[in-house]
């Protein structure tokens, strides 16, 4: 991500937490103006009272952020610890103690470590770098991955940048639900007009977001504009103003949709729209309440179309605020599929209206019939996972004399018949999997979204160290269409499905398949201590190919069939405990590499080890039949289907690889959706699986 001129950041474990990073540094080399907005909890944590007393102002230099202990509701000896941490990075900084402002987030009521948080000073001013990965992992609390954003933008001629993260999944609620964001701009901009155009920003942003309606006493969110991109200073007469406030604007909306998506448990984006409001007030109240419902959400999780329980909601409200308004007059659309309108239901389509209400991001449209006003709300669906995670997190959160906050998730806090249980299930599935092989075809969202990434990897390792032997192969085309036009060059034409390769994109697909995509595979899943090894399908013979052409004979250009697996070489890696990263290039006859269909690999090769199972991750939930999903069919089943035209699309080309694999000795097959964190566990370690399971007859 690009970060403005002049700033530098870190992020380091200062021993809040027992090994995560928990404390960062944002650093600017020359004065800021600096501005903020803050939680309207009248509980306010003390770095917030000590922050908000002091903004907007100028000269600012540093922000100090901690994760892990929140520093809230601790009386006055909160606030005597923000000052002590305050003028211990002052010092290790060399600037004065009013220019450094400090943020925390975590536990509730549990007095902050000041001695830990004094010791890594001198250690944070060190670490100090233009990379601001490390800084935002560092106030993580249950946030499952990085929320980033940037905007490069011209005032009067001279490049600017804005670019921000922030951390949040839970306790976030309407009413300024701004979490902890971190705003840095090079831009020339007095503190009162940077205020200005922040509180406008949130107002088109982290206002829209609500997750579970609870409001952190915690909540802020801070911008400096050190002036380093050297622009006339703006006023509010200034032509360029608005451009600033645009881009602000999208910083911060980009911010709130990555926090709505990282909910607390939440497995979907649910985006509220209301239109057709007597005031824009009424409407955003309105979508943020729907949005907002304990039962709305609920049925968004379960993926049920309850358009009843969105026009119940909005009723309720507009009756205890007194909205001049008539739900029997609106219209709601769920995915862009009308649910009501004139008064009754009107679903046509109720199968396909639930295939569409299972996909990761869910929209919910309400159309007034009072005014010409209208509202976006952010928010996320209710799963089970956010009430383990919330009512787990006092009884299991621990916290030893000298401030270390620690999660203590050890079996004898839960019940016995729990334990029982759990442990039955686990040693069930292991020895069920002890030395047995499965492909993993990794492809879609999931090689695109770091978050998908880390989770896929944590999979394959948690199913390596319960005795299975995983051998991935993964895909890369879209990667690959994105390197091509960036490059100025066309992607090839399909032709039955299969892209036509020209030796020149030859080039651009190995170079993106096994020079980046897998190195960054293998990199991922050893930092967990896996034994992954890289390859390509050209190494030691490893997939030999010959040049395949259209059903009606047309040149495919350099596109390979396969020929023949070397298993022997794969069989070696995995007795001496590797995993094998597969990348779909085929070695030719002719010595030539070629382009290689992923899931005819995966296929190929897990025929060629008689695996017991092979997995495909992609972007759907499994084979749908009339927008249902098929949880398990047997393979006859499947190709009568196949054969009559019910499965169609790009399923047509993977389920003929399950086929060729199940009826040449292949156990089982699963086509599971990799949208979904940890899908590959769900789907293999439970008795009811998340995706479509293929058997043998």
Not at 100 to 119: E, F
Not at 444 to 467: E, I, P, Q, W
Not at 686 to 694: K, Q
Request: charged share 20%; net charge neutral; hydrophobic share 45%.
């Amino acid at each position: 991500m690009k970060t403005p001129r002049g700033f530098a950041f870190a992020g380091l474990n200062a021993g809040i937490k027992a090994a995560r990073k928990d404390v960062a540094l944002i650093w600017s080399e020359a004065p800021c103006a600096a501005a903020g907005a803050f939680t309207i909890n009248k509980a306010r944590a003390a770095p917030v009272r000590d922050a908000a007393a002091r903004l907007p102002a100028s000269g600012i230099r540093a922000i100090v952020v901690n994760s892990g202990n929140a520093n809230a509701l601790t009386g006055p000896a909160g606030e005597e610890d923000v000052r002590t941490v305050r003028a211990a990075v002052a010092e290790a900084l060399g600037v004065g103690v009013d220019t450094v402002l400090a943020a925390s987030t975590g536990v509730i009521g549990v007095r902050l470590p000041v001695k830990k948080l004094v010791a890594v000073a001198p250690l944070l001013a060190a670490a100090r770098g233009p990379h601001v990965e490390a800084a935002a992992e560092a106030i993580f609390t249950t946030d499952t991955r990085l929320k980033l954003a940037s905007r490069v933008i011209t005032l009067g001629g001279t490049t600017a940048c804005i670019s921000a993260f922030a951390k949040g999944s839970g306790m976030i609620a309407p009413a300024l639900a701004t979490v902890l964001a971190f705003i840095t701009t090079d831009a020339a901009i007095e503190p009162a007009l940077l205020k200005e155009c922040l509180d406008v920003a949130i107002a088109g942003s982290f206002d829209d977001l609500v997750i579970d309606n609870e409001m952190s006493p915690n909540d802020a969110v801070f911008v400096l504009a050190n002036g380093m991109a050297k622009n006339a200073p703006l006023t509010r007469d200034s032509a360029d103003l608005s451009l600033f406030q645009e881009a602000l604007t999208a910083v911060c909306a980009e911010l709130a949709r990555a926090v709505a998506e990282d909910g607390e448990g939440a497995t979907k984006l649910l985006e509220v729209r209301v239109s057709g409001a007597p005031t824009a007030a009424m409407a955003k109240d309105l979508a943020k309440t729907v949005a907002g419902s304990t039962l709305v959400k609920a049925a968004v999780y379960g993926a049920d179309p309850n358009w009843g329980r969105i026009l119940s909601t909005l009723g309720a409200r507009a009756g205890a605020q007194k909205y001049a308004i008539d739900p029997m007059l609106a219209s709601v659309s769920l995915q862009g599929m009308c649910v009501f309108a004139d008064g009754a239901p009107s679903v046509l389509d109720p199968i396909a209206l639930r295939a569409k209400m299972r996909e990761p991001h869910v929209l919910v449209e309400v159309q007034l019939a009072e005014g010409d006003k209208r509202a976006t709300a952010l928010g996320c669906d209710l799963s089970y996972d956010y009430v383990k995670i919330n009512a787990d997190y006092i009884s299991f959160t621990s916290s030893s004399s000298d401030g270390v906050v620690a999660r203590d998730d050890r079996l004898t806090n839960y019940s016995p018949s729990f334990k029982r249980s759990l442990l039955v299930e686990a040693l069930s599935y292991i020895s069920r999997f002890t030395s047995k092989r499965a492909v993993i075809k990794f492809g879609g969202a999931g090689m695109v979204k770091d978050s998908l990434k880390a989770s896929f990897a944590a999979d394959v390792n948690l199913l390596r160290s319960a005795g299975l032997l995983p051998i991935v192969v993964h895909g890369g085309g879209p990667e690959v269409a994105s390197t091509l036009e960036a490059l100025g060059r066309s992607v090839g034409e399909l032709v039955d499905g299969v892209r036509v390769t020209t030796a020149d994109d030859l080039k651009v697909v190995e170079m993106v398949l096994s020079g980046k995509i897998n190195s960054e595979l293998v990199s991922l899943l050893n930092q967990d201590k896996a034994q992954a090894i890289g390859l390509s399908g050209k190494d030691a013979g490893l997939l030999r190919c010959k040049k395949l052409r259209a059903d009606d004979g047309r040149d495919l250009g350099m596109v390979g069939e396969i020929t023949h697996v070397n298993h022997e070489l794969l069989e070696v890696l995995l007795s001496k405990q590797y995993i094998p990263v597969v990348s779909p290039i085929g070695l030719g006859e002719d010595g030539d590499g070629y382009n290689l269909n992923s899931d005819t690999a995966a296929s190929e090769i897990a025929v060629a080890l008689q695996a017991e199972k092979l997995i495909y991750l992609s972007d759907v939930p499994g084979i749908l039949e009339h927008g249902e999903l098929l949880s398990e069919i047997g393979a006859r089943a499947l190709r009568e289907k196949l054969d009559r035209g019910v499965i169609k699309g790009a399923m047509v080309a993977r389920v003929k690889s399950c086929l060729r694999a199940i009826e040449a000795g292949v156990t089982s097959v699963h086509i599971i959706d990799g949208r979904t964190p940890h899908s590959l566990i769900a789907e293999l370690f439970t008795d009811r699986g998340v995706g479509t399971l293929i058997v043998r007859d």
